[in-house]
């Protein structure tokens, strides 16, 4: 027994000086990080806690100065009116129609160009790759109005031109307020942050060894079979990283939808009429903060699928983001 105590007394004493420096040091960093993540969760969090905390006050709480944060008297009535006043499942039903189908096309498209940008040598390359750029760099303000003039008087190739010639009537389509208008630019490469989609494909076809094609294309596998056989499988982390982030720009976007898009059609365009819709409702009884109290219960509707999509996909949502690098 005396043997034991001593030998563990004697290795005590013969650990190196730093020993517990190390120890405490290691001990403060991990204090600092965890304080440091509750802080970003906190700021993170702390719209969705305040909108959640003041959507379920009922009535008998808006004026109480002792209810801060957990509502006295929970109530679901301000979700139930900005459920009307937003004309919610309608709304969102064509706000998904949007998103999902315009990300769908976009992730495909912009895959495309930037395995052909990627693997491939031709002349005006460097021009392509100019142009992708000057796309993230040039703001929407920019060409907002001659694009509002392309699908207001949308002309398919100057073909309508023509037949006016001819015929002497006007065949220019109008194609404002219709999913066109978030569909056509994801078709051709130029829809909402394509530019920036293009070059993460670009970037990740890169890293693609060469010699898995190469090997395809001795097995007799030709080039689209070879891309849509090999490189989209093996691309599936880059696909899930620019499908969720397109989904949710078109799902939050609120300028193009208010330049091409009339009335309520989508919810960001719902939500920013919701304040004077529910003034309308509340002028009789004068209550500002009924109003605020809805507009909270309508601002977590908008953004309860976007919260319900990650919870499901979190997982896969931080390995692609990891895997390619991309950050927002």
């Known amino acids: 027994m005396e043997r034991t105590v001593k030998s563990t007394l004697a290795g005590k004493n013969n650990r190196p000086k730093g020993y517990y420096y ?5 001990v403060l960093f991990s204090v600092f990080r965890a304080s440091l993540l509750i802080g970003l969760a906190y700021i993170v969090l702390y719209p969705i806690l305040f ?3 003041t959507a379920l006050r009922g009535s008998q709480d808006y004026y109480d100065p002792t209810v801060i944060w957990l509502p006295i008297h929970f109530s679901l009535q301000s979700f139930k009116m900005a459920i009307e006043l937003l004309n919610y499942w309608k709304t969102m039903g064509y706000t998904a129609v949007i998103s999902i189908g315009a990300s769908l096309i976009q992730a495909l498209v912009c895959a495309t160009v ?3 940008l990627a693997r491939y040598n031709f002349k005006g390359k460097k021009l392509i790759i100019t142009a992708v750029i000057l796309t993230i760099i ?7 109005i001659p694009l509002y003039e392309q699908y207001r008087f949308f002309d398919f190739f100057g073909i309508s031109r023509l037949l006016e010639l001819i015929f002497g009537s006007n065949f220019t389509v109008n194609l404002t307020n219709t999913i066109w208008v978030y569909y056509l630019p994801a078709l051709l490469g130029n829809g909402l942050r394509s530019g920036l989609f293009i070059l993460v494909f670009m970037q990740t076809f890169r890293g693609f060894p060469q010699s898995i094609e190469e090997a395809a294309f001795i097995d007799g596998c030709g080039n689209l079979r070879c891309y849509f056989s090999i490189i989209i499988p093996n691309a599936i982390n880059a696909f899930v990283t620019v499908f969720l982030f397109s989904f949710v720009w078109h799902w939050n976007d609120y300028y193009y939808s208010g330049m091409l898009m009339s009335g309520n059609s989508t919810l960001s365009l719902a939500l920013r009429t919701l304040s004077t819709t529910a003034s309308g409702v509340f002028s009789n009884q004068a209550d500002p903060v009924a109003n605020a109290v809805c507009v909270q219960a309508g601002c977590l509707l908008v953004i309860l699928p976007l919260l319900v999509v990650f919870f499901f996909g979190q997982k896969a949502f931080v390995e692609s983001v990891e895997r390619t690098g991309m950050v927002e």
């Open 22 to 26: 190390g120890k405490t040091a290691n």
């Open 138 to 144: 040039v703001p929407a303000q920019t060409i907002i």
């Open 51 to 53: 909108m959640l905390s």
């Open 114 to 116: 930037g395995y052909g």
